[in-house]
Structure formats: C-alpha cells, structure tokens
C-alpha cells in the first residue's frame, strides 16, 4: 500500500498570501495518478486536480497542482477567503487507492 | 451531470450489517468508478473500494473481507455492505464516482452529501 504523507499538518496564513502543500508517497505514483481535494466543515470533499497537474472543471486557475514521482504539490497562488478548507491528496496509481491525512489551512 | 444521494440507517448495533444505497441521477452508469469513501469524526478520509460499469471490484485490503459494492443499472443504484461492525467503523459514509475517460480515472466528481452511521447498542 502507498502511503501519503502531507506537510505541513497545518499551515497558517493571511489572505492575499501563497499557500504551498506537500504530498510525498512512500512509494512512486503510476503514471502520476494523483489528486488532490478540498474539505469545508460539514461538506463533502471537492475535486481540484487530478493527474497531478489537471484542474477539474470549474475550478479557479489560482489553484495548480505539480509533481511526479513521490513528491507532489498543491498550490493556492492567492488565498481567497473561502480557500480555507483542509486539503487531502489521493493517489489512485495503484491497485489499493490511498488519502493522506490532510492539510488545514487557516487564517493567521 | 451527474448527481449522487445517499441513504441508510444511521445507527447500526455492533456485530451487526451496515448497508447503505446511493443514487445516481442526471448521467449515464457507463464510464465510471462508483465508489465509497468515509470518514471517522473529525479524521481523515478512507477509501473503502469501487465497483466499476463492467462489474469489477476492487476494495481496501483492510476491509475487503467485510465489505461488498453492488451496482443495480436498472434502478441507477450502486450499494456498500459492510460486515460485522465495531465502533471503529463509525463514520460519514460518502458515494462518489468518477470518470474514466481513455482509461484514465478523472478524480472523485461528484460526491454525495455523506450519511453519518453510529455503531453503538
């Protein structure tokens, strides 16, 4: 199974900043099958990217998705008000699919 | 566009089966993973397994031998059974489904609201 282990657990920032998330798989993803999405509390999870770098439909350009390998990364280039949220990554590259445990950003 | 609902009970007495249904509307059953995910209270995400259009499973090793996916084309249903409960598995159960295009899973898009299941007696 392939673990995902993200970084920070919490980030803290001021609107208008850059938020910048790491995923790191404790083993390479298949064909850099990865994904990332946003959790509100009380919401259901929201696609942002998935194939690493491919944002989903609808979803503001600020928000880019890199990486191969093991390392990946989410990037929120201006935080907005309604961007913070925890975020997951998922990899979907091997026969066990696997989350990690998430990122909080919060407002500093 | 597709949309998803999910229902079941949401409380389930230890040892016993939990059984949930989602319900799929606005698209076609063809070209999709459809999927559980839960959710521990105030945890993380856990992908429980899909059943694909065709049939096929494919489950979390650690809940495969307690866990079936169904999927009624008829009634635009899929189902997750999961066997012999105990309070780690209290959580909010999501379906979700995702696109396959070319042979290439396009991400969890759209989710259901989540159904809260209590295993307690």
């Known amino acids: 199974e392939i673990v995902l282990t993200q970084s920070p657990d919490t980030l803290c920032l001021s609107p208008g900043e850059r938020a910048t998330l790491s995923c790191r798989a404790s083993?390479?993803?298949?064909?850099?099958?990865l994904s990332w999405y946003q959790q509100k509390p009380g919401q259901a999870p929201r696609l942002l990217i998935y194939?690493?770098?491919s944002r989903a439909t609808g979803i503001p350009d600020r928000f880019s998705g890199s990486g191969s390998g093991t390392d990946f990364a989410l990037t929120i280039r201006r935080l907005e008000p309604e961007d913070f949220a925890v975020y997951y990554c998922?990899?979907?590259?091997?026969?066990?699919?696997?989350f990690g445990q998430g990122t909080k950003v919060e407002i500093k | 566009q597709v949309q998803l609902q999910g229902s079941g009970p949401g409380l389930v007495k230890p040892s016993e089966t939990l059984s949930l249904t989602c319900s799929v509307s606005?698209?076609?059953?063809?070209?999709?993973?459809w999927s559980w995910i839960r959710q521990p209270p105030g945890k993380g995400l856990e992908w429980i397994g899909y059943?694909?259009?065709?049939?096929?499973?494919n489950y979390n090793p650690s809940l495969k031998s307690r866990v079936t996916i169904s999927l009624d084309t008829s009634k635009k249903q899929f189902s997750l059974i999961l066997n012999s409960v105990t309070a780690a598995d209290t959580a909010v159960y999501y379906c979700?489904?995702?696109?396959?295009?070319?042979?290439?899973?396009?991400?969890?898009?759209?989710w259901g609201q989540g159904t809260l299941v209590t295993v307690s007696s």
């Open positions: 059943i694909y259009y065709d049939g096929s499973t």
């Open positions: 979700a489904t995702g696109l396959v295009w070319f042979g290439e899973f396009r991400g969890f898009d759209p």
């Open positions: 194939g690493a770098s």
């Open positions: 606005g698209g076609s059953i063809s070209s999709y993973y």
């Open positions: 083993q390479s993803v298949s064909n850099n099958y």
């Open positions: 998922h990899q979907y590259g091997s026969s066990s699919w696997t």
